[in-house]
């Protein structure tokens, strides 16, 4: 269908844009105003691309931050590792010393039980003598058996449920 508007036929699909019967009132904008609109909008752009232009930055710069701890744990994980590896060296030398020690202090221990030296002490601090065969006294022991045998008959309980018990009973009984 066609529009009809001052005698004059559209035949195009599209509807034409009416103009209004009257113009809308314009503010009137100060040039400084239109200076500040101009001066954002650079500044709007500014910023975009600053921030476009630290962003691959910011990225870099957590990275490198990342890195740099995990490469300090690692190294402080290691140092750790280090100083107990050191501590147990240190120990064990302690430990093979002291087992040397130890060893020559048997050697002296078994040196000093030589029944030479336990004689040779006995004489010079203690002040004894050997015995003399005036000193000794020789005892006749019989040769009779000491042991007494026992006269009490012992009786061993064993653990017997109640099933046994008078069966036991029973059996003693009739003997």
Known sequence: MAYQRNNTYQYETSPR?????YEPIQKKQSKEYKKNEQTKKISKSVKNRTKAKLKPKV???ICVAIGFLVLFGIS??????TE?????EDLKKELSS???ENE???VNIESSLNLNNVEQMAKEKLGMQKLDNNQKVYVNLPKKDYIEAATEEVVIEENLNIWQKIWKGLTQSIR
Not at 84 to 88: D, V
């Open 84 to 88: 107990s590896f050191n501590e147990k």
């Open 104 to 106: 020559q202090l048997k």
């Open 17 to 21: 844009k009416l103009q209004p019967e």
């Open 98 to 100: 002291l087992q040397k």
């Open 59 to 61: 990225k870099l710069t």
């Open 76 to 81: 402080y994980r290691n140092s750790l590792i």
